[in-house]
């Protein structure tokens, strides 16, 4: 079936440690995002990117990296200058120029900072 | 700037229906979206509207757009237990503008 996969759905991370976050979609979808959400606040955009080999900050991006190598791939790197990263990583896509601009979401990754 | 505000938590009797309000700063929003999201999942689209309608229905989901007052609604008919998740309201200027959140309102379900 198509879809969004994130992986890994929980992670924890000593203090000072990068972590990379897997989003990976068979879906065909131009566009991807990373979303960050944190208890009782909206989404907010970390990065996205609308073709291979290209992506944009978005309006939380310091501390973080990504790549987008593949179509099918988007992953996150949380490096050790995100200052607060404890949150829920939810990935997402998009057709470019559909009529709605609809986003299809992953399960989301759990990261814990210990 | 742009804004997308709604209450945090609402809590509705089984079988009664649920009102979840939304207010958006940007009044050239084009796009008006709610999603659902369920415990420890992604969010789904449940459904939208486009700023140029006042209403959409669709089975036990009524949407209601005021764009004079920038507001938008939506109305469960009938609330089940499985409705319980919490409901993002979401906006942007075209189909290839970035989508703008909430914060997301919690329904809770009470017998």
């Known amino acids: 079936d198509g879809g969004i996969t994130q992986s890994p759905k929980y992670l924890f991370r000593k203090e000072g440690q990068n972590v990379t976050l897997s989003c990976e979609q068979n879906?065909?979808?131009?566009?991807m995002y990373w979303y960050r959400q944190d208890p009782g606040q909206g989404l907010r955009l970390i990065y996205y990117?609308?073709?291979?080999?290209?992506?944009q900050k978005g309006d939380i991006a310091e501390g973080y990296s990504v790549s987008r190598e593949k179509k099918e791939s988007f992953p996150l790197t949380v490096t050790s200058a995100q200052k607060n990263p404890t949150a829920f990583y939810l990935c997402?896509?998009?057709?470019?120029?559909?009529?709605?601009?609809?986003?299809?979401f992953g399960e989301g990754s759990r990261l814990t900072v210990l | 700037g742009e804004d997308v505000e709604q209450s945090l938590f609402l809590s509705v009797r089984e079988g009664d229906s649920s009102v979840i309000n939304c207010t958006y700063t940007?009044?050239?929003?084009?796009?008006l979206y709610w999603y659902k999201q369920e415990p420890g999942a992604g969010l789904q689209l449940l459904t939208y509207?486009?700023?140029?309608?006042d209403m959409k229905q669709d089975q036990r989901l009524t949407v209601l757009l005021n764009k004079k007052d920038k507001h938008l609604s939506l109305r469960i008919a009938d609330t089940q237990t499985g409705d319980s998740a919490i409901y993002f309201c979401?906006?942007?200027?075209?189909?290839?503008?970035?989508?703008?959140f909430g914060s997301g309102t919690r329904l809770s379900i009470r017998p």
């Open positions: 997402a896509s998009s057709v470019a120029g559909t009529v709605t601009g609809e986003l299809f």
């Open positions: 879906l065909n979808h131009d566009a």
């Open positions: 990117s609308q073709i291979v080999n290209d992506f």
């Open positions: 940007d009044s050239s929003s084009t796009y």
């Open positions: 509207i486009f700023s140029n309608m």
């Open positions: 979401a906006e942007s200027k075209s189909s290839a503008s970035k989508i703008i």
